[in-house]
């Protein structure tokens, strides 16, 4: 088997422990992995600390931190065959996208390159004038960043990136479901020349979890993974009084009106919900579709999903896979049980095939009849789709809206006036109108509610990563005056 280290202190190390990583598109274990203890943890914390108060890393200019963060970027580039070949063999997510998506992980490095001496504080025109003001941006501490198993390499790029940016240091811990690629990704930070203690990355589960977030040296907490996972760890913040950053799930609503084109439609509703078999946490896996058309998009949908190449995630042709792990399959299967139970009706999929894998079919689930239906209001983190009928705007708005969640929504009409309605009315971090799934390094991007807090993507998110210093210096050469009145 292959084997794999953790990177702590600029040093490669095996842990005390190790544990077997899958191969979800056989069911069979392939690579030892660290399984990092809380010893190990606290380690990388000491040495992200001792890396953020001492040289090089806390005197290195911007523009030094971005020309590291644009040498990251080159390597991620060189390197992208053998780690997208990674993330597909220990995540199971097909290669065409690992390889299209280690392509914008290049990008986002390179974006937090140039931002890096563009992080400005300001000057205030402050009301006395025997002062100068000024707000300092300075980056916040060790950050402690954590991300779950679906799309490693990105969610810890728009981590690192704009904490680099902003002169943090980062311990990150990789989910204990397919590591692989980002312990890889730790031989570039190496050969960037990262100084050693600046990126600090392992893995392991909850108890290496909770070992970072509860560490007083962790200054602000990078949490990519699930509402409940969410919970515990602003509890675990409340020791250190850590800041959070939460990106979690979402029952995103994606919306068809009866004047959009059905066939863009179609096509923007498979990418939504059976892309990366459908574990994205944007997934469009509500479709509200106005009656007129349900028929025609649902034929276009089930003609589709039931034509889709479902295979081994390493061929290029494969446009479904299998999932991370069985416990996901059986968490989905689970789902659809208590949906039909409450009346949905199953319109295609559902069933699992024999064989080796954690395969799971594209499938729809008719909700229309069954608004209580649990598919409608719990993630699956799975290639199914919830679908409802509407007659009016106004009742495609309250079931968009009609969630604990928000990250992101799609709509599609070609009605300039309705869109921008929709655009005002929906609440979610995002909007797609017209298209679904697009991202890029220069927009931000989170959610409301059970979908988190802050923005990944963009300046919002480096400023995440920062405290603000105000700064008072006194221009006069008098005495301070009366020390008993407050100036
Ligand atoms: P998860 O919450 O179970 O695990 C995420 C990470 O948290 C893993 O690294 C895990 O080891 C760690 N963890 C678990 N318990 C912990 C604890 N007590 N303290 C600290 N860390 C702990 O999530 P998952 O099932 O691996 O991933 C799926 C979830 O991630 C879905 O809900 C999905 O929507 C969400 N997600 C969100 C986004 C986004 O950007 N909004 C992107 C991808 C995935």
């Not at 290195?60 to 080159?74: C, I, P, S, V």
């Not at 792990?325 to 319109?347: C, D, N, P």
């Amino acid at each position: 088997m292959d084997r794999f280290q953790h990177y702590i202190d600029g040093r490669f190390e095996d842990g005390a422990e190790s544990f077997a990583s899958v191969d979800p598109a056989t069911g069979a274990p392939w690579a030892l992995m660290p399984l990092a203890s809380a010893a190990d943890v606290d380690r990388a914390v000491q040495a992200a600390h001792r890396a953020f108060t001492s040289a090089p890393w806390a005197g290195m200019t911007a523009g030094a931190r971005g020309k590291l963060l644009y040498r990251l970027a080159e390597l991620v580039r060189a390197a992208a065959p053998r780690l997208a070949a990674l993330e597909t063999r220990d995540t199971g997510k097909i290669i065409r996208e690992t390889s299209a998506q280690i392509a914008y992980v290049a990008e986002y490095y390179q974006y937090y390159a140039g931002l890096a001496d563009k992080i400005e504080g300001a000057h205030l025109p402050i009301d006395k004038p025997d002062m100068e003001v000024w707000l300092r941006r300075e980056p916040v501490g060790v950050v402690a960043a954590i991300v779950p198993w679906n799309s490693q390499l990105f969610l810890s790029a728009v981590k690192l990136g704009p904490a680099l940016a902003a002169g943090c240091t980062v311990v990150l811990k990789a989910s204990e479901d397919g590591p692989a690629p980002l312990l890889e990704f730790a031989r570039l930070v190496h050969d960037a020349g990262f100084p050693p203690g600046t990126v600090n990355i392992l893995t392991g589960g909850p108890e290496a979890g909770r070992a970072l977030t509860t560490h007083p040296k962790v200054a602000h907490i990078a949490f990519t993974g699930g509402p409940e996972t969410a919970r515990h760890i602003v509890r675990a913040s409340a020791e250190n009084l850590a800041s959070t950053s939460l990106e979690l799930g979402g029952k995103s609503p994606f919306i068809v009106f009866d004047d959009a084109d059905l066939d863009s439609a179609a096509n923007a509703q498979v990418s939504g919900i059976f892309a990366a078999t459908g574990q994205s946490c944007v997934a469009g896996s509500r479709l509200l579709v106005q009656r007129g058309v349900k028929d025609a998009l649902l034929a276009r949908l089930k003609a589709r999903a039931e034509a889709v190449a479902i295979g081994a995630p390493d061929r290029m042709e494969t446009e479904v896979g299998p999932l991370c792990t069985a416990r996901q399959r059986e968490r989905i299967l689970a789902l659809i049980a208590r949906s039909t139970a409450a009346g949905a009706r199953l319109v295609t999929g559902g069933q699992l095939s024999e064989g080796p894998g954690f395969y799971f079919p594209p499938t729809i689930l008719d909700c229309s009849e069954a608004p209580d239906a649990p598919a409608l209001a719990e993630e699956f983190f799975g290639p199914v789709l919830s679908v409802v009928t509407f007659d009016t705007e106004a009742e495609a708005l309250a079931l968009a809206n009609d969630t604990e969640f928000g990250l992101a929504s799609g709509v599609f009409t070609r009605s300039l006036t309705r869109a921008h309605r929709m655009i005002r009315g929906i609440r979610a971090g995002v909007v797609w109108v017209n298209t679904y799934r697009a991202v890029s390094p220069i927009a931000p991007f989170g959610g409301h509610g059970l979908s988190g807090h802050g923005r990944e993507g963009g300046l919002a998110a480096a400023l995440d990563y920062t405290t603000v210093k105000t700064v008072w210096l006194r221009t006069s050469d008098e005495p301070i005056p009366d020390p008993f009145v407050m100036r």
